[in-house]
């Protein structure tokens, strides 16, 4: 069984590029959720994917979208960057039918604007 | 207010026990978790409740939940210095997706 895989490990942009992450559900999840971490803050949830569509999404503007793609899989695009979105930007798989909704975290991206 | 708040730092030696306490906002709440993250690491589940239990227990790892005053604590049995982490409760909300609602996390510093 093989976890959650986010790419690329490490990425710096400059202000008003567009980024895109990507992350590789945990095998018979069908759930991706990505989270923004600041430094020395706890995970905030950007959006959720199920079925290809969007499922929830937290206080993030929409320069923030995603897409979830038939094998589960999953891209974060980031537009128009700005200094603040500097973080570690991590994904988590979940099973939708799983009434515990836990949720697996990959090992995340850390970007850097400048 | 969304906030579930956690205690920042936690030091103690190596032996002892570590008890994390965490405070959370919604009541309706129906698992709470707790995730460790070492350093440029990503969040590992370390354990996870119901909310209409009071403990749960996991090897070293004991979970108490007081649901009246939404409390929640991690105590870890014999720690050990490979358990110097951040810890993080978090709380699962059923709007938005079922979206987690994180702390800010607690530094656990074990000291040999």
């Known amino acids: 069984e093989t976890g959650v895989t986010q790419s690329p490990t490490h990425l710096i942009k400059t202000r008003g590029q567009q980024v895109t992450l990507r992350c590789s559900s945990q095998?018979?999840?069908?759930?991706v959720s990505w989270y923004q971490q600041a430094l020395g803050q706890g995970p905030q949830f950007i959006f959720q994917?199920?079925?290809?569509?969007?499922?929830g999404r937290g206080n993030f503007p929409p320069r923030f979208s995603g897409l979830q793609f038939p094998n589960y899989s999953s891209e974060l695009n980031v537009n128009a960057l700005e200094l603040d979105d500097s973080a570690l930007y991590l994904c988590?798989?979940?099973?939708?039918?799983?009434?515990?909704?836990?949720?697996?975290f990959g090992p995340g991206t850390r970007l850097t604007v400048l | 207010g969304e906030d579930v708040e956690q205690s920042l730092f936690l030091s103690v030696r190596e032996g002892d026990s570590s008890v994390i306490n965490c405070t959370y906002t919604?009541?309706?709440?129906?698992?709470l978790y707790w995730y460790k993250q070492e350093p440029g690491a990503g969040l590992q589940l370390l354990t996870y409740?119901?909310?209409?239990?009071d403990m749960k227990q996991d090897q070293r790892l004991t979970v108490l939940l007081n649901k009246k005053d939404k409390h929640l604590s991690l105590r870890i049995a014999d720690t050990q210095t490979g358990d110097s982490a951040i810890y993080f409760c978090?709380?699962?909300?059923?709007?938005?997706?079922?979206?987690?609602?994180f702390g800010a996390g607690t530094i656990l510093r074990v000291k040999s």
């Open positions: 988590a798989s979940s099973s939708h039918a799983s009434g515990s909704n836990e949720q697996f």
């Open positions: 409740i119901f909310s209409n239990m």
């Open positions: 919604d009541s309706s709440s129906t698992y």
């Open positions: 095998s018979g999840h069908n759930t």
């Open positions: 978090a709380e699962s909300r059923r709007e938005y997706g079922n979206k987690l609602v």
């Open positions: 994917y199920y079925r290809e569509e969007e499922n």
